[in-house]
T-cell receptor, first 116, second 116 residues
Framework: EAQVTQNPRYLITVTGKKLTVTCSQNMNHEYMSWYRQDPGLGLRQIYYSMNVEVTDKGDVPEGYKVSRKEKRNFPLILESPSPNQTSLYFC???????????????FGNGTRLTVT | AQTVTQSQPEMSVQEAETVTLSCTYDTSENNYYLFWYKQPPSRQMILVIRQEAYKQQNATENRFSVNFQKAAKSFSLKISDSQLGDTAMYFC?????????????FGQGTRLTINP
């Protein structure tokens, strides 16, 4: 089944303890992206990647890192999480990027992160 | 910077009724895409419909259609013959094609409830 898989679904951690949220897609997609969803703010883009070893900042990259060493994986790293990073996170992928006609964005099921 | 505004935080209609969700956006660009995404309680984000700005004809997907008013920068979603399964959070999103950056800007969302 074609899908975007995020892990974990739920995570509770403490301030300053490094964590990684994994994202993997099995559709050979070139484009991958991370978003955070907060009430009243909608979804905001954190980072995106057009292909292996190519990443770029979204609108809210501060406090986050990403890597794209393999095409299928795009982990989100929080080196020193803070309470303001408590949010619902989504990973998404598409075949060739958002501007391609037949390249819709496929989302993972989300990761609920709580930083205390 | 582009902004997307959904002025209706919540809406509620009876099953089989028609409902319209509003979305306005602000941009000085001429080449862009607009999207409506649906997020049911399962949290998965699902693409509902897409509109290319250069197309004058409004996009339609089965019971879903849009009213795209480019001059007014308005992009409303109409759901006809609403069904219980349409209950979800709906997000309007904008993507600027001119800059080449692969960024989606989302609105705040509208929570739609379809009542039996």
């Amino acid at each position: 089944e074609a899908q975007v898989t995020q892990n974990p679904r739920y995570l509770i951690t403490v301030t300053g303890k490094k964590l990684t949220v994994t994202c993997s897609q099995n559709m050979n997609h070139e484009y991958m992206s991370w978003y955070r969803q907060d009430p009243g703010l909608g979804l905001r883009q954190i980072y995106y990647s057009m292909n292996v070893e190519v990443t770029d900042k979204g609108d809210v990259p501060e406090g986050y890192k990403v890597s794209r060493k393999e095409k299928r994986n795009f982990p989100l790293i929080l080196e020193s999480p803070s309470p303001n990073q408590t949010s619902l996170y989504f990973c998404a992928s598409s075949l060739r990027g958002l501007s391609s006609y037949n390249s819709p964005l496929h989302f993972g099921n989300g990761t609920r992160l709580t930083v205390t | 910077a582009q902004t997307v505004t959904q002025s209706q935080p919540e809406m509620s209609v009876q099953e089989a009724e028609t409902v319209t969700l509003s979305c306005t956006y602000d941009t000085s660009e001429n080449n862009y895409y607009l999207f409506w995404y649906k997020q049911p309680p399962s949290r998965q984000m699902i693409l509902v419909i897409r509109q290319e700005a250069y197309k004058q004809q409004n996009a339609t997907e089965n019971r879903f259609s849009v009213n795209f008013q480019k001059a007014a920068k308005s992009f409303s979603l109409k759901i006809s013959d609403s069904q219980l399964g349409d209950t979800a959070m709906y997000f309007c999103a904008f993507m600027n094609l001119s800059q080449g950056a692969q960024k989606l800007v989302f609105g705040q969302g509208t929570r739609l409830t379809i009542n039996p």
